[in-house]
């Protein structure tokens, strides 16, 4: 039985009507509405890449704001052609796994400690009115701020663009997982609680799985930041990655490898959102069927 | 008939005075430097010296920070700044770009001076070895930006030796000139290219020795006199003001002579103050660093033989680029 089928069985059937002519309608109805998005999402990167186009050629930008497909030849030559005089260091493969590795390390470590104390905060309001104020007042430091700092315990290397990266990711998956472990609503857990479920079991079974939406929507925005905070960080404290290309492009001059740059970022940074926050997505709430309390 | 008189009458009194005082008034420039960064000491010294007023400009100091030296370029570009005192390997860079997408190269390096100043210091647990000894290790070297004249300069070396930065086992890391000695000291950097500033803040501290300098002629007899720091221009804007392009170019000559006649205690003074560093610094600097500025067509060739060809050859400019694109000497004649 699919998701439709699931959605759809337990409902009663008028007189008239078969259970085949419901799923027909509600499949039919969300085909179309996959067809209307499809559309009006082509329609809209076709419009962008048209006005990107038309600026670039009518103002005469073709080096300050290359057209669009002399940047998606470059991307396609980037990834496909091995160019023997590339300037910038290792292939891209190796500066995109690099940037990979940093920004999933940053991420995961950020994930591992703020998760569990932002559910620890959000239940227990003991610690969270000792806790909650010293992270208030850290956390409108502004990730960027944090890289000198950095340099200054870790050196320039790998440590030091990990940290900042951990530094501006920490905070939002913190304060989703607190604000879901704080607003779950109080007749959940007395019924998980009226089925005999205590303590860990009672964690696991309920406040867990009830936080869930709130850290999804967390690591969402977290990794977005550890993509952004990645190329900030690579730019004045690494010798190679995505944010050294780019600014090595910059200072080359050379604005067509500049947004080549840019749309690998912005292509791995999807992928890995999908990938990652997708599967674990799929694995919780779809498949626990989560609802916010 | 008698209304438009009427009118006329203080119209052409305004216009009268309007001229008038545009005739006394100096031209306002807006010129853009590294700041603070010893390199552009000369423009500080032809404001200290009264240069620019001398020769009817009235500058409006237009600063972006040490290492990002590609902001003067874009600047010129986009016509935010009128001069600018910087890096010269940028402008080859831009004027590259152009020429490959078959246009016309936008800026040009009209005067240029600060010879001798690249230095190359390592640890001083390194000294006694050979480069090719060094090549072989793996060292951290920090340099102010991905493109710096220094590591052009040194790129250009290595090719008299037929050799690559490939072939060296060393990190090129990014980091600003101010921040290089700290790196040093905390060993984060084995060794950096940078200025005659930072490597004797460097020797001052005994962080570091100077394992290489141009002004020795460590990097070739001809690096000796290649002027690191250019002056730099967009031809549009010199070709609608060359009185102007001029007589800027006329200012910073004369502060060059301005600095050769002052007295070294207060030529100091004016370098530490736009450095922001101590006196005593500037002083011990002082006989290993020259500000002024006086580009020869010889000094720019010797720079396109060594720069431009190095960076052809790494691929960062195009083959069909000129020396003549780059360059645009005719400002440099006297003033008639």
């Not at chain 1, 997982?177 to 005999?196: K, N, Q, W």
């Not at chain 1, 997708?278 to 309390?293: A, D």
């Not at chain 2, 920090?142 to 072939?167: E, M, Q, V």
Request: with cysteine; glycine share 8%.
């Amino acid at each position: 039985m699919n998701r439709i089928e699931r959605i759809v069985a337990p409902y009663h059937v008028p007189s008239g009507y078969a259970r085949g002519d419901f799923l027909q309608r509600a499949k039919q109805r969300n085909r179309r509405i996959r067809l209307r998005r499809l559309w009006r999402g082509s329609v809209g990167i076709l419009a962008m890449l048209l006005i990107w186009q038309a600026a670039s050629q009518i103002l005469g930008l073709e080096l300050l704001l290359p057209e669009p497909l002399t940047v998606l030849r470059n991307v396609v030559t980037t990834l496909t052609v091995s160019d023997p005089h590339w300037l910038y260091g290792p292939n891209i493969y190796v500066h995109l796994w690099h940037s990979f590795l940093r920004a999933m390390a940053g991420f995961v470590s950020a994930a591992v400690a703020a998760i569990p104390l932002g559910l620890v905060l959000g239940r227990i309001t003991t610690v969270r009115e000792f806790v909650m104020p010293c992270i208030q007042g850290v956390y409108p430091i502004p990730g960027i701020a944090w890289i000198p700092m950095a340099i200054l315990w870790f050196g320039l290397g790998d440590a030091a663009v990990i940290f900042v990266v951990f530094a501006t990711v920490f905070f939002p998956l913190l304060f989703n997982a607190e604000a879901g472990a704080r607003l779950i609503s109080p007749t959940v857990l007395d019924a998980g609680r009226c089925f005999g479920a205590r303590g860990v079991t009672l964690f696991f079974r309920v406040v867990l799985p009830a936080t869930v939406p709130y850290i999804i929507t967390g690591l969402r925005i977290s990794l977005g930041g550890a993509w952004r905070m990645i190329v900030a960080g690579e730019m004045l404290a690494s010798q190679d990655g995505i944010g050294y290309l780019l600014m090595e492009s910059r200072f080359q001059f050379r604005a067509v490898d500049l947004m080549t740059a840019m749309i690998l970022v912005a292509i791995v940074g999807y992928a890995t959102e999908k990938l990652i926050v997708g599967t674990i997505e799929k694995r919780t709430i779809e498949k626990w069927e989560v609802q916010p309390s | 008939m008698k209304r438009r008189s009427v009118l006329g009458i203080p119209a052409t009194v305004t216009l009268t005075a309007l001229r008038s005082a545009r005739g006394y008034a100096a031209d306002r420039i807006r010129v853009g430097m590294l700041k603070p960064n010893i390199v552009t000491v000369i423009y500080w010294i032809a404001v200290k010296t009264n240069s620019f007023v001398k020769n009817g400009l009235d500058v409006v100091e237009r600063p972006f920070p040490s290492g990002q030296t590609s902001v003067g370029v874009e600047e010129v570009l986009r016509g935010d700044i009128d001069f600018c005192l910087g890096a010269t390997g940028e402008v080859a860079h831009v004027d590259s770009r152009y020429v490959e997408a078959g246009k016309p190269p936008p800026v040009a390096l009209f005067e240029g001076g600060v010879v001798g100043g690249t230095f190359f210091c390592l640890r001083d647990n390194l000294r006694g070895k050979t480069l090719d000894e060094l090549r072989r290790m793996k060292l951290r070297i920090g340099l102010s930006n991905p493109s710096s004249y220094h590591l052009i300069l040194f790129r250009a070396f290595l090719r008299t030796k037929n050799l690559t930065t490939d072939d060296f086992q060393w990190q090129f890391l990014t980091i600003g000139g101010t921040e290089m000695l700290p790196a040093m000291v905390s060993h984060q950097l084995d060794g950096f290219m940078h200025d005659a500033l930072t490597a004797t803040l460097a020797q001052r501290a005994k962080a570091a020795f100077v394992f290489m300098s141009s002004d020795r002629g460590d990097m070739g007899a001809q690096a000796r006199s290649l002027p690191g720091t250019g002056v730099y221009s967009s031809r549009a804007f010199m070709g609608a003001h060359p009185d102007v392009t001029k007589r800027f170019a006329q200012a910073l000559r004369d502060a060059s002579a301005a600095y050769s006649a002052t007295p070294r205690p207060e030529m100091v003074a004016i370098m530490a103050e736009w450095s922001r560093v101590d006196p005593a610094v500037i002083d011990d600097l002082y006989d290993r660093f020259d500000p002024r500025v006086g580009m020869t067509p010889q000094a720019a060739q010797i720079w396109w033989d060594i720069l431009g060809s190095a960076m052809v050859a790494r691929g960062e400019i195009s083959p069909k680029l000129k020396f003549t694109d780059v360059f645009d000497l005719s400002y440099l004649q006297p003033r008639s």
